[in-house]
């Protein structure tokens, strides 16, 4: 799964290997169970599954392949089979294959129960697998406590955008917390913000996000890894593409900058002397300036000192 939500479905497979598999239904709570990663010896470049765990429980021992997709694609499809197959060759014990469809906009109006991998020689490997449509799957578990590494997932699942309202809300009571950290909220909203974008544009995403960006901005280095400074960030490299990267990149940073200052002081209005800033070391130390601002007069201030140094080698 090559695309910006890779991360996202990696860290949870990876982290908390046990909230996603109760997400799936493939485990049931309250039951004790041992949970192992895969090696990942067997991967070759052909064939790269994005997770699979050995589980141990009541019902024996088994293996479990999951594999996450925006878009069908059977030739890829087909090689999660394989490598089912030479697992099973090397542990002698069931191998389960599972298909996750992250949106319903994606995803194919019919497919096959089967994966199928096929050579020009006339090998061929069939194995039945488990289809995952997220936007079908109840997000209550996400609510639970414990379950916090779940809430960026809320978007894609059943509910709408009511779902994701409720889930804004939960990761906002996480940041009043005297342990906050162990939450990551800041990586929470991020990860909500980018996987959302699957099922919402981005005007809907800001609007559910909206009573957390004052949360964000009390902390220069919760904002640099927030959605409000990557979008920026993205935003103004795009703009500023075909005047050469470095102007790309200033554009990005002074668009951050102009973010924050919407967002911490909207009384404040535009301010033109922005535009002159163009070096990159002076945008980076800008926009600490700006976060660290108590009122408008002192992000004024900051924006004033910056133009002022345009001309400074």
């Known amino acids: 799964m090559k695309n910006p939500y890779d991360g ?6 990876g982290d908390h290997p046990e909230l996603l598999l109760r997400l799936l239904g493939i485990l049931q709570p309250g039951k004790k169970t041992q ?15 994005d997770h699979g765990y050995m589980i141990e429980d009541e019902f024996g021992n088994r293996i479990e392949l999951l594999e996450a997709i925006t878009s069908w694609n059977a030739k890829k499809a087909g090689s999660i089979a394989l490598y089912a197959f030479l697992l099973w060759q090397k542990y002698k014990i069931p191998v389960h294959c599972h298909v996750l469809f992250m949106a319903e906009k994606y995803a194919p109006v ?13 090998l061929t490997i069939e194995m039945l697998y488990s289809c995952h449509r997220l936007w079908e799957i109840d997000p209550t578990i996400c ?5 916090e590494p779940l809430l960026a997932w809320a978007p894609l699942l059943k509910g709408g955008s009511g779902t ?42 800001r609007k559910f996000l909206e009573r957390l960006e004052k949360k964000i901005m009390m902390s220069t280095d919760a904002f640099k890894v927030s959605w409000l400074y990557q979008e920026g960030l993205e935003e103004g490299r795009a703009e500023g593409k075909a ?13 951050a900058i102009r973010l924050a200052l919407q967002n911490k002081f909207p009384a404040l209005g535009p301010i033109l002397e922005l535009d002159q800033v163009e070096r990159p070391e002076v945008l980076d130390s800008l926009l600490l300036a700006v976060l660290e601002a108590r009122n408008p007069a002192e992000a004024h201030s900051a924006v004033l000192v910056a133009a002022n140094q345009r001309n400074i080698s």
């Open 110 to 122: 019919e497919s096959s129960d089967r994966l199928v991998y096929e050579t020009d020689f006339g």
């Open 143 to 147: 609510f639970e406590k414990g379950s």
């Open 243 to 255: 005047e050469g990267e470095a102007r790309g990149i200033a554009k990005g940073k002074s668009d």
């Open 35 to 49: 949970i192992t990663h895969v090696p990942r010896e067997l991967q070759l470049n052909a064939v790269q599954i």
């Open 8 to 13: 996202g479905f990696k860290d949870l497979a």
């Open 164 to 205: 994701i309202e409720r889930a804004a809300a939960a990761i906002e009571q996480l940041f009043d917390l005297d342990d906050h950290e162990k939450f990551k909220p800041i990586a929470l909203v991020s990860k909500l913000a980018s996987l959302a974008s699957l099922r919402y544009d981005k005007n809907a995403i």
